[in-house]
């Protein structure tokens, strides 16, 4: 079975102070792991997708890596408006398509 | 990014009786969509892929018959929660594969189910 794990569970820094989120996975065959942003009473926004160990994407201040059993999501100089909970997921090539969510880092940049 | 439509945002409904939710691709077409459901504080469950033109997949654990979803278009699908309890109260959220066959998934805004 597909596992995802995240940590911290929540996370609050200072404007500027950069992070790393973290999400350990395990998955029968990665077709790909995904990035997600979920702000409160809304649907997740679609961050990045990361395909193969080694990867990298770069969106403004955000930075997702690929390693065989995790994944960082990497917060230059946070700004508050980047305050939301970061959601990691797998897709794996045995499942129908079915994406493996884990429970989220919930992070608040104090400004 | 695909924009993934769902309506209403909220609704509030008394026990026993039935609330529809829908979930529109608005510019691709979608053969697959997932349903979802979220609790507070916790992460996106799946509870049933749609397939356009046929019968949906549910997860483990899922009532078919108290959640009904019909994929009648591929641009279309809807979640009907059928005599609502309180327990059915939750957040739930539709996605989509963009293009077709793809990996990325794009999401729906949510609706927000209280059951009263």
């Known amino acids: 079975e597909d596992q995802v794990t995240q940590s911290p569970e929540a996370l609050r820094l200072q404007e500027g102070e950069s992070s790393s989120l973290n999400c350990s996975y395990t998955v029968s065959g990665l077709r790909g792991l995904f990035w997600y942003r979920q702000d409160p009473g809304k649907g997740p926004e679609f961050l990045f997708t990361?395909?193969?160990a080694g990867e990298e994407k770069e969106k403004e201040r955000l930075k997702a890596t690929l390693t065989k059993k995790e994944s960082f999501l990497h917060i230059t100089a946070p700004k508050p408006e980047d305050s939301a909970t970061y959601l990691c997921a797998v897709q794996s090539f045995f499942g129908n398509e079915k994406l493996t969510f884990g429970t989220g880092t919930r992070l608040t940049i104090i400004p | 990014g695909a924009v993934v439509s769902q309506h209403p945002s909220r609704v509030i409904c008394k026990s026993g009786t039935s609330v529809k939710i829908e979930c529109r691709s608005l510019?691709?077409?979608?053969?697959?969509m997932f349903w979802y459901r979220q609790f507070p504080k916790q992460s996106l469950m799946l509870m049933a892929t749609?397939?356009?033109?046929?019968?949906?997949?549910?997860e483990q654990g899922v009532e078919k018959d108290k959640f009904l979803i019909n994929h009648a278009s591929l641009t279309l699908s809807t979640l009907t929660v059928t005599s609502a309890h309180p327990e059915d109260s939750s957040f739930y959220i539709c996605?989509?594969?963009?293009?077709?066959?793809?990996?990325?998934?794009?999401f729906g805004q949510g609706t927000r189910l209280t059951v009263v």
């Open positions: 996605s989509a594969r963009y293009p077709a066959g793809g990996t990325e998934a794009f």
């Open positions: 990361l395909y193969s």
């Open positions: 749609s397939n356009e033109g046929s019968k949906a997949t549910y």
């Open positions: 510019d691709f077409q979608a053969t697959t």
